[in-house]
């Protein structure tokens, strides 16, 4: 995997964000409606985080003013995980009610993007496809529209169920997850321009020497200026990878020494056991909104969305019903946050207050 900062227009290759200026996310007393009527358990100045039912959470955020709801929500297994996972056979059904209250919170050209493992049946070899009916109901029940699938490889993850990979040896280790792309509409805002990745060593071997036009086996047309063309970045695939132009999310979900981890560590506050890494929220951020865009997770366990949106100069929302993962979540603001009282009002995120920017250091 490749270190250190990209140039300017790629997606970065690590997962220390920069951080870039701050947007005030004050609240107007005057202001007859909040985006949450609720005191906030922390801020900052870009954003906040809630403590509670993440239902009732969403249930008080006003309809279209929402841009990207990002999340990953308790996985369903078999076997129950200490951060509340529900079980398979219910997970339709506990999930369609945050689902209806997502689309109705999103802006017209917003999107839902929902990041869920797969499982294997119990005493089977065999695998669930509950993630696949999640997504059929998604679609068929609640409305929205899938505009892509993505996949997210994680080469942390272990090789389970132990029975049937390691023991028997009959299955190979599951070390994808997907990520489904959901928007409101047909044409959610989007750019891949924003994400763009250095050109690979072939590709800069073509633009030197050229290609003649040609027709591929399979039929595709390459014309004498395919190579040609310079666009400030190879597209990327929709498996994302750190460091090889696939179709992979390729991130790590161990880190054991960024900072939250190892202040966690240092105040023996318990570490979320089910964190995604920085570079996950921080492609689909740069891809689907703009600067001063709001950005929900109602399930922020260790707020790393929240964190990725506040370094790229989004507005954020967070909401969790731990406080213990919450608390922990200050750490990834390196002490910049303050106790609040008040709530985030409609107003000000229509029409947020910009502040000069403010160094801070790498999370």
């Avoid at 100045?45 to 279209?64: H, I, K, N, R, T």
Wanted: aromatic share 10%.
């Amino acid at each position: 995997m490749s270190s250190g900062r990209a140039p300017d227009g790629f997606l970065s290759q690590n997962t220390g964000l920069p951080m870039q200026k701050k947007l005030a996310f004050g609240s107007n007393k005057n202001s007859a409606q909040t985006l949450v009527s609720k005191k906030a358990f922390y801020a900052t100045d870009s954003g906040q985080a809630y403590l509670g039912d993440s239902l009732e959470l969403l249930q008080s955020v006003p309809s279209g003013s929402v841009n990207l709801v990002l999340t990953s929500p308790p996985y369903a297994l078999h076997f129950k995980k200490e951060y509340g996972n529900a079980h398979k056979s219910d997970y339709i059904a506990w999930m369609l009610p945050f689902a209806r209250e997502i689309l109705r919170v999103l802006k017209e050209d917003g999107s839902f993007v929902l990041n869920i493992g797969g499982s294997y049946n119990q005493g089977t070899p065999t695998r669930s496809v509950y993630h696949y009916k999640l997504l059929i109901a998604l679609v068929e029940q609640i409305g929205f529209h899938l505009a892509q699938e993505c996949f997210w490889y994680n080469p942390a993850k272990m090789p389970m169920p132990a029975e049937w990979v390691t023991v028997r040896r009959i299955r190979v280790r599951d070390s994808v997850e997907y990520v489904w792309w959901l928007s409101k509409t047909e044409w959610p805002k989007a750019s891949n321009r924003k994400v763009l990745r250095p050109y690979s060593a072939d590709m800069l071997r073509l633009n030197r020497k050229g290609v003649e036009k040609t027709t591929r086996p399979g039929g595709y047309k390459i014309n004498e200026g395919f190579a040609g063309l310079d666009a400030g970045g190879s597209i990327p695939p929709n498996i994302i990878d750190d460091d090889t132009p696939t179709d992979l999310l390729k991130f790590g979900n161990n880190a054991a020494n960024d900072l939250y981890t190892l202040k966690c560590k240092a105040a023996g506050i318990k570490i979320h056991p089910a964190r995604f890494p920085a570079a996950l929220p921080e492609f689909f951020i740069k891809l689907l909104t703009d600067e001063d865009d709001v950005v929900v997770d109602p399930f922020a366990g260790s707020n790393t969305t929240g964190m990725v949106a506040e370094s790229l100069g989004r507005r954020w929302i967070a909401m969790d019903a731990v406080a213990e993962y919450l608390d922990a979540s200050k750490f990834r603001f390196n002490g910049d946050i303050r106790e609040s009282s008040q709530a985030a009002t409609s107003e000000n995120f229509a029409k947020p207050r910009k502040q000069p920017a403010k160094k801070r250091s790498r999370v």
